[in-house]
């Protein structure tokens, strides 16, 4: 496992003044000619924080684990394998949403647009929305995508915002312009990447859950192994947990998008449907969660992804991002879901600033 702390150079101290919190006013835009913003300027590293979140993951040998935390307000960080790159999964919906919230504030599109989905548009994996395809085409302006993707994970709807914003080389090019393309990649439709999790090839098929499990089966788990193997050695849509974490944290502080977009993304992560057992359920009392999480099928005992992110707000205004990236566990899931609660509570008992009352 690897447990290495890795750590950028700080930035020139011009830089570092640019990352103070801002409070935009609600019809300003976000501020792209702000250099990027690396989290390491936000403060010196927690080391005492560090070596807790080292000794938690080493509980789980043999599964390779990157944490970033950065407290947006007090300026300190906490990091972990921060800059190692991991799968996303459906961590990498929170850029697609912002890429696609980007490109209509540029009027490149609308998010009023009504597109017409049928059931040859379902993609393989979480897809509430699959149901409804399957008896007959239901039409949805992009903003209703986006709340089934940040909502529900949802794949289908993943893939018809991508198709929009124009595949995912406009995806990658709307993050670049936002200075957000460092550490981030998003190079695959979700009807490509979910099979090739276990080296199938895309296959219309496959939006029927039952006949993609069933071609995975036939696989064997040799060949199940080897091909996952080969998924986690793969550098296409891939981050790094340092990357996430700057997402979030310039979010917050209406770095990215206009507020009123900013606030829709954040709320919905609030409300998000998925992945609860997390980083969510570790939040102590008086802290609540935004958050995106991601992982792949557990199958013979060995889950590819297990991953969670969020920002987590607390008593006095506290805002906290949080990304934990996992991969190649043998654990049982419910081992790993303790591992995220742990850690959350280990941040929260750490950086919580003291009550007032």
Same mark, same amino acid.
């Given at each position: 496992?690897?447990?290495?702390?890795?750590?950028?150079?700080?930035?020139? =101290?011009?830089?570092? %003044?640019?990352?103070?919190?801002?409070?935009?006013?609600?019809?300003?835009?976000?501020?792209?000619?702000?250099?990027?913003?690396?989290?390491?300027?936000?403060?010196?590293?927690?080391?005492?924080?560090?070596?807790?979140?080292?000794?938690?993951?080493?509980?789980?040998?043999?599964?390779?684990?990157?944490?970033?935390?950065?407290?947006?307000?007090?300026?300190?960080?906490?990091?972990?394998?921060?800059?190692?790159?991991?799968?996303?999964?459906?961590?990498?919906?929170?850029?697609?949403?912002?890429?696609?919230?980007?490109?209509?504030?540029?009027?490149?599109?609308?998010?009023?647009?009504?597109?017409?989905?049928?059931?040859?548009?379902?993609?393989?994996?979480?897809?509430?929305?699959?149901?409804?395809? $399957?008896?007959?085409?239901?039409?949805?302006?992009?903003? #209703?995508?986006?709340?089934?993707? %940040?909502?529900?994970?949802?794949?289908?709807?993943?893939?018809?915002?991508?198709?929009?914003?124009?595949?995912?080389?406009?995806?990658?090019?709307?993050? =670049?312009? %936002?200075?957000?393309?460092?550490?981030?990649?998003?190079?695959?439709?979700?009807?490509?990447?979910?099979?090739?999790?276990?080296?199938? $090839?895309?296959?219309?098929?496959?939006?029927?859950?039952?006949?993609?499990?069933?071609?995975?089966?036939?696989?064997?788990?040799?060949?199940?192994?080897?091909?996952?193997?080969?998924?986690?050695?793969?550098?296409?849509?891939? =981050?790094?947990?340092?990357?996430?974490?700057?997402?979030?944290?310039?979010?917050?502080?209406?770095?990215?998008?206009?507020?009123?977009?900013?606030?829709?993304?954040?709320?919905?992560?609030?409300?998000?449907?998925?992945?609860?057992? /997390?980083?969510?359920?570790?939040?102590?009392?008086?802290?609540?969660?935004?958050? /995106?999480?991601? #992982?792949?099928?557990?199958?013979? !005992?060995?889950?590819?992804?297990?991953?969670?992110? !969020?920002?987590?707000?607390?008593?006095?205004?506290?805002?906290?991002?949080?990304?934990?990236?996992?991969?190649?566990?043998?654990?049982?899931?419910?081992?790993?879901? =303790?591992?995220?609660?742990?850690?959350?509570?280990?941040?929260?008992?750490?950086?919580?600033?003291?009550?007032?009352?």
């Amino acid at each position: 496992m690897t447990t290495s702390f890795t750590r950028r150079r700080l930035l020139a =101290a011009g830089l570092a %003044l640019a990352v103070a919190p801002a409070f935009l006013p609600a019809t300003a835009t976000a501020a792209t000619a702000v250099p990027p913003q690396d989290i390491a300027a936000l403060g010196a590293p927690d080391r005492t924080l560090e070596a807790r979140l080292a000794t938690l993951a080493r509980s789980l040998e043999g599964t390779r684990i990157g944490v970033a935390v950065v407290d947006i307000d007090a300026g300190r960080t906490a990091l972990l394998n921060a800059d190692g790159m991991f799968p996303m999964q459906g961590v990498s919906t929170l850029p697609m949403a912002i890429a696609v919230l980007h490109l209509a504030e540029q009027d490149v599109i609308s998010l009023e647009r009504m597109l017409t989905l049928t059931s040859a548009d379902i993609a393989p994996g979480r897809s509430p929305l699959a149901t409804r395809l $399957k008896a007959r085409p239901v039409k949805f302006t992009a903003r #209703q995508l986006i709340e089934h993707m %940040l909502l529900n994970g949802d794949t289908t709807a993943t893939d018809a915002l991508v198709r929009l914003a124009g595949g995912p080389g406009a995806i990658r090019s709307a993050l =670049a312009r %936002l200075d957000a393309a460092e550490g981030l990649r998003i190079d695959r439709y979700e009807r490509e990447l979910q099979p090739a999790v276990f080296g199938l $090839k895309p296959d219309k098929a496959f939006a029927d859950p039952a006949r993609f499990r069933a071609a995975i089966d036939t696989l064997g788990p040799q060949v199940r192994r080897q091909a996952q193997a080969r998924y986690l050695q793969d550098k296409r849509d891939t =981050a790094s947990p340092r990357a996430i974490a700057s997402l979030y944290a310039r979010l917050e502080q209406g770095r990215l998008l206009q507020r009123r977009n900013a606030a829709l993304v954040l709320d919905l992560l609030r409300r998000s449907k998925s992945g609860l057992d /997390r980083l969510n359920a570790g939040m102590t009392k008086g802290w609540t969660l935004a958050h /995106r999480s991601g #992982q792949t099928p557990t199958i013979d !005992g060995f889950t590819a992804v297990f991953n969670d992110s !969020g920002i987590a707000s607390g008593r006095g205004a506290s805002r906290i991002a949080i990304v934990v990236f996992m991969e190649g566990a043998t654990q049982p899931v419910g081992t790993l879901a =303790a591992f995220h609660q742990s850690l959350a509570r280990s941040v929260l008992e750490a950086w919580e600033p003291p009550s007032r009352a």
